[in-house]
């Protein structure tokens, strides 16, 4: 389940638990085959151009409708943290920051995903439309029995 928590009208913060360890959770996140396999914005393709998972290191996604998301890492602390910019290359793209929180729950892990620096209400609502069917994605390729990441 994701569940919203409270927001100032430019930040959104989800919580999902998902049925994996904190490492594969967090591994899904940092490697190109696996972000591909989950990575579908409200069902649509991604093609992964780069992702050099570093502090300063930068990532370049492609979505179907020919958006490009591109961003750098900021904080990279397996498989605990991750912090990102993240901008949708159109014109009303801008830079925003994510922070992943992976929190060990025994078999469980949640993760807290917290995209701060949106524009307006507007653009938090449109956020907030896409990140549920991402990581709905994400807990069916973890629950996955074919997984090879």
Same mark, same amino acid.
């Given at each position: +389940? $994701?569940? #919203? *928590?409270?927001?100032?009208?430019?930040? %959104?913060? %989800?919580?999902?638990?998902?049925? *994996?360890?904190?490492? !594969?959770?967090?591994?899904? /996140?940092?490697?190109?085959?696996?972000?591909?396999?989950?990575?579908?914005?409200?069902?649509?393709?991604? &093609?992964?151009?780069?992702?050099?998972? !570093?502090?300063? @290191?930068?990532?370049?996604?492609?979505?179907?409708?020919?958006?490009? $998301?591109?961003?750098?890492?900021?904080?990279?602390?397996?498989?605990?943290?991750?912090?990102? &910019?993240?901008?949708?290359?159109? #014109?009303?793209?801008?830079?925003?920051?994510?922070?992943?929180?992976?929190?060990?729950?025994?078999? +469980?892990?949640? $993760?807290? %995903?917290?995209?701060?620096? %949106?524009?307006?209400?507007?653009?938090? *609502?449109?956020?907030?439309? @896409? /990140? #549920?069917?991402?990581?709905?994605?994400?807990?069916?390729?973890?629950?996955?029995?074919?997984?090879?990441?």
């Amino acid at each position: +389940m $994701i569940s #919203p *928590a409270p927001h100032n009208g430019t930040t %959104l913060v %989800l919580r999902r638990t998902f049925t *994996a360890s904190r490492q !594969r959770v967090f591994r899904a /996140w940092i490697e190109p085959k696996a972000v591909e396999r989950w990575f579908r914005p409200r069902g649509m393709s991604v &093609t992964v151009h780069s992702l050099d998972a !570093r502090e300063g @290191g930068s990532f370049r996604f492609e979505i179907e409708n020919g958006i490009s $998301i591109v961003g750098t890492y900021l904080t990279i602390v397996p498989p605990e943290k991750l912090v990102f &910019t993240w901008s949708a290359e159109h #014109p009303k793209g801008r830079d925003t920051i994510i922070s992943l929180d992976f929190h060990d729950q025994g078999a +469980m892990t949640e $993760i807290v %995903l917290t995209h701060e620096g %949106l524009s307006d209400p507007e653009m938090r *609502a449109l956020v907030a439309g @896409g /990140w #549920p069917s991402v990581l709905n994605a994400l807990a069916e390729l973890l629950s996955s029995s074919q997984i090879d990441f």
